[in-house]
């Protein structure tokens, strides 16, 4: 932590600072310790903490570590929104900058969700523009990108390829998250998404990565810890998760919320907060008929946990 704050006082008036890093590295913690030594304020880049609810689970920073050092962007976004996007974090985000350097604060930005980071560093995100034609938009133009996803990717693909040809040789076919967000790219400035990448790279200060850098001498911390460590503390942070309450946590937001999306039939667990690892692997214990034998139940319940904490889907992912 010293070691942070003489690389900052030593940097010429720095200003943001961006602590990244996997989880378990100490980048709350950091970011706590520069914020109060520096006259700072902390901005979460986490795409799922942005939600209320499943504080547990998304591994929220805790009331008494805000109250240290003032946080944003923390569960303020209700959970059944499932169209909130990284555009809609970028100006959020932006505008608390702008307002933090008026007041003389020290926006440090800690992820979390890396393409959010990148949303405040680099101009690499496309906005919206207005009155384009979309007349010749065929019916790409009247649905919108959630609607468009359930038509799958070879349908979103063959379209792509007529109205961006460039972008569809980029994207797999199967992606349809990407493709469909390219098409509303299209439909919503109606130009090709490839060609405003193209301008963007074209700027001053830009290049293959995407537009320039928006602010000028950020500093930037990426956090790195030795593998045995690391698994030991997030062995550890499991077993505190369970301690604080997960399962309880679970069923509370499963009664609340996901209990209505899937009685509605629209829950798919691919938007907002029902992404989150470790909820979605507890779907056949929280959906559980009531008739079942408790040893049912508890071996439900189990298998959620192993597939929570598995290497490839660790709820210490999100």
């Known amino acids: 932590m010293a070691a942070a704050t ?24 950091l970011a706590i310790e520069i914020g109060k030594r520096l006259n700072g304020e902390i901005i979460s880049a986490d795409s799922m903490q942005v939600y209320k609810g499943l504080d ?13 050092c003032l946080h944003h962007m923390i569960s ?3 959970p059944l929104v499932s169209g909130y996007t990284v555009v809609d974090f970028r100006n959020k985000a932006l505008s608390l900058i702008e307002d933090m350097h008026r007041r003389q604060k020290l926006p440090i930005i800690v992820g979390g969700t890396n393409y959010y980071i990148e949303s405040i560093l680099w101009k690499v995100l496309i906005d919206p523009g207005q009155g384009s034609d979309t007349e010749s938009k065929g019916d790409v133009a009247s649905k919108s990108k959630a609607e468009l996803e359930k038509l799958g990717g070879p349908e979103l693909h063959r379209w792509l390829k007529e109205v961006d040809p460039d972008m569809a040789a980029i994207l797999h076919p199967h992606d349809a998250r990407k493709i469909a967000r390219s ?42 810890c030795k593998t045995n460590a690391l698994d030991e503390r997030l062995d550890k942070r499991v077993d505190q998760m369970l301690s604080l309450g997960l399962i309880d946590e679970l069923k509370d937001f499963h009664q609340r919320f996901n209990e209505k999306k899937i009685k509605e039939n629209s829950q ?4 907002g907060i029902f992404q989150s690892i470790g909820f979605k692997e507890f779907h056949q214990y929280l959906t559980a008929s009531e ?6 139940r508890d071996k439900l319940k189990i298998e959620g946990v192993l597939l929570s904490v598995s290497p490839d889907t660790s709820i210490l992912k999100v």
């Not at 798919?268 to 938007?271: L, V």
Request: charged share 20%.
């Open 183 to 224: 098409l509303q790219v299209f439909m919503d400035t109606g130009v090709p998404h490839s060609r405003l990448l193209e301008e963007q790279r074209g700027q001053d200060g830009g290049g293959c990565l995407g537009g320039p850098l928006r602010f000028q001498n950020p500093c930037i911390f990426w956090l790195h």
């Open 56 to 68: 547990i689970i998304t591994n929220k920073v805790t009331e008494e570590e805000q109250a240290q």
């Open 6 to 29: 003489r690389v900052l006082q030593k940097v010429m008036s720095p200003s943001l600072v961006v602590i990244l890093g996997a989880t378990g590295t100490g980048k709350s913690k």
């Open 268 to 271: 798919d667990y691919q938007h």
């Open 76 to 78: 303020f976004v209700d």
């Open 291 to 296: 008739n079942i034998s408790q040893e049912e």
